[in-house]
Every structure is written in C-alpha cells, then in structure tokens.
C-alpha cells in the first residue's frame, strides 16, 4: 500500500502574536498571501500577526484571518516541493484552511468567510459572557455529564473531544465555572481557560450559523482534490454541494 501526506489545520487557541514572522523573513514568496489577504480585510494582517497586541488577535473576528492567513502561508512552502495530501482536516476554523488546502474554495474566498464567521460569532454573545476551557483527565461521557449538571444556571456544553482525556468545554461564564468546579469535584487533573473570545460549538452560536450559511451560498465551491474530514461528523467529503452544509452544521455543535 502506497502512504500519502495528510494535512491538520489549527483552530482557535493555537494563536500567539509573532506566529509566522519565522517562515516569512526566510520566504519573501509569501509577502502576496498576507497582501491579498489585507486587501480583503481592510487592515493590515501582517502587522496583526507579527506584533499583535495580543488582546486583539485574541478576538476572534480577528484570529480567525489570523489563523487562516498563517497556515496558508505555510502551506503555500509545500508546493515547490511537489507535496499534495491524499486527505485534510481542520481542527474547527482550520477547516476553512483545509478547504483551500484541497481546492474547496478560493482564497480570497476564504478570507472573507472567515472574517464574517469571527463578526456574526463575536455578536452571538455579549462580551465577556462567554468562557471556553480545557478539562484534562476526565471521560467524554464524565464531561457530558458535568455539563449536563452544571446547565441547571445556564449554557454549557461539550465543545471540543481533542483527544481521550482533554475536552474542551464552551458557554456562558457562570455555567462554565459552575462546570469546572463539578468537573475538580469528578477529578478533573487541570482546567485551563483558552484564550477564545466566545463559546464556540455550543448552541449559544445558531444564530452565526444560520447568518453564516447565507454567506456560504454566495461563495462558489468545488469538489475536492483530496478528501476532507469534516468536523461535523468526523466523515470523509469530496463534493462540492456537500461543504456548505458541513461548515453551518460545525459551529453549534462539538466537534
């Protein structure tokens, strides 16, 4: 059996300022990526980048070009070599990343949906009334059921399965700390907040979703080069008409 090269895109977290500054003073050919992507935003995401300050590139109408703009630069180094993946995914808004990885959708494209998909989440929920952390040493089923618990004062859900014994948790402030002092009280090893503006793949982001998904049909899509994990299912996808509905169904529910 002949092995590929599958490509994983961060999501928000993953943001710190200086990101990227490394690849781009050593590859002048990525100066376009960042130019084209300023053009679309309005601002200049270079210096956002590479000198923050921090507390704006924590916002997520702001990390989500961020991101998207520093993994395509990166990705823009593998195709001199000739390296194309047999598969994609993207960790929540690294899916937007892994679209244009595999020819989903243009990059420009790109740019714009993810700007919209930071503003329409940052209006969902008021400032500061959100709060997403990360439980380690507990089960899935153990979280589910803290969450459920800790719902009794307000939204909180299962966010984020990462990987067997670290869950993220997203909703509303009072819910989330409720959550994570049942979660210590269950044994929970740490509980880390994460540096994300808003409560992320809980059902407090329906309303961005369905104000997302008129965007999302404005955009012209294509089947794909290489099959994408989505989120949403944790399922393979190639076909055009199969992507817009994966991107509104991955923003209030976990992934």
Same mark, same amino acid.
Request: one cysteine or more; hydrophobic letters at 45%.
């Given at each position: 059996?002949?092995? #590929?090269?599958?490509?994983?895109?961060?999501?928000?977290?993953? =943001?710190?300022?200086?990101? #990227?500054?490394?690849?781009?003073?050593? @590859?002048?050919?990525?100066?376009?990526?960042?130019? /084209?992507?300023?053009?679309?935003?309005?601002?200049?995401? !270079? /210096?956002?980048?590479?000198?923050?300050?921090?507390?704006?590139?924590?916002?997520?109408?702001?990390?989500?070009?961020?991101?998207?703009?520093?993994?395509?630069?990166?990705?823009?180094?593998?195709?001199?070599?000739? +390296?194309?993946?047999?598969?994609?995914?993207? @960790?929540?808004?690294?899916?937007?990343?892994?679209?244009?990885?595999? #020819?989903?959708?243009?990059?420009?494209?790109?740019?714009?949906?993810?700007?919209?998909?930071?503003?329409?989440?940052?209006?969902?929920?008021?400032?500061?009334?959100?709060?997403?952390?990360?439980?380690?040493?507990?089960?899935?089923?153990?979280?589910?059921?803290?969450?459920? !618990?800790?719902?009794?004062?307000?939204?909180?859900?299962?966010?984020?399965?990462?990987?067997?014994?670290?869950?993220? +948790?997203?909703?509303?402030?009072?819910?989330?700390?409720?959550?994570?002092?049942?979660?210590?009280? =269950? #044994?929970?090893?740490?509980?880390?907040?994460?540096?994300?503006?808003?409560?992320? @793949? !809980?059902?407090?982001?329906? =309303?961005?979703?369905?104000?997302?998904?008129?965007?999302?049909?404005?955009?012209?899509?294509?089947?794909?080069?290489?099959?994408?994990?989505?989120?949403?299912?944790?399922?393979?996808?190639?076909?055009? @008409?199969?992507?817009?509905?994966?991107?509104?169904? =991955?923003?209030?529910?976990?992934?």
């Amino acid at each position: 059996m002949t092995l #590929g090269i599958g490509l994983v895109f961060p999501g928000q977290g993953s =943001q710190s300022v200086g990101m #990227g500054k490394a690849l781009y003073d050593a @590859h002048p050919s990525l100066k376009p990526v960042y130019d /084209e992507a300023s053009s679309v935003l309005g601002y200049d995401i !270079t /210096e956002l980048c590479f000198t923050g300050p921090a507390e704006r590139l924590n916002r997520t109408e702001f990390t989500q070009p961020a991101l998207l703009v520093s993994s395509v630069a990166a990705l823009k180094l593998f195709e001199p070599v000739g +390296i194309r993946p047999v598969a994609v995914a993207g @960790h929540s808004l690294g899916e937007y990343s892994a679209l244009v990885a595999a #020819g989903g959708v243009s990059y420009r494209d790109a740019v714009g949906l993810v700007q919209k998909r930071g503003r329409y989440m940052a209006e969902a929920v008021a400032p500061g009334a959100g709060l997403v952390a990360a439980l380690l040493g507990l089960t899935a089923e153990t979280v589910k059921d803290v969450c459920r !618990t800790a719902s009794s004062v307000g939204v909180v859900a299962a966010a984020n399965f990462n990987s067997p014994g670290q869950v993220v +948790i997203a909703g509303e402030k009072v819910a989330v700390e409720r959550a994570i002092e049942l979660a210590k009280a =269950q #044994g929970c090893k740490k509980a880390i907040p994460l540096p994300v503006s808003v409560p992320v @793949h !809980t059902p407090l982001m329906q =309303q961005a979703a369905d104000r997302l998904a008129k965007d999302l049909a404005t955009v012209r899509w294509s089947d794909l080069s290489a099959p994408l994990v989505n989120n949403a299912e944790a399922k393979a996808i190639s076909l055009a @008409h199969e992507i817009q509905a994966s991107l509104v169904r =991955q923003l209030p529910s976990s992934v």
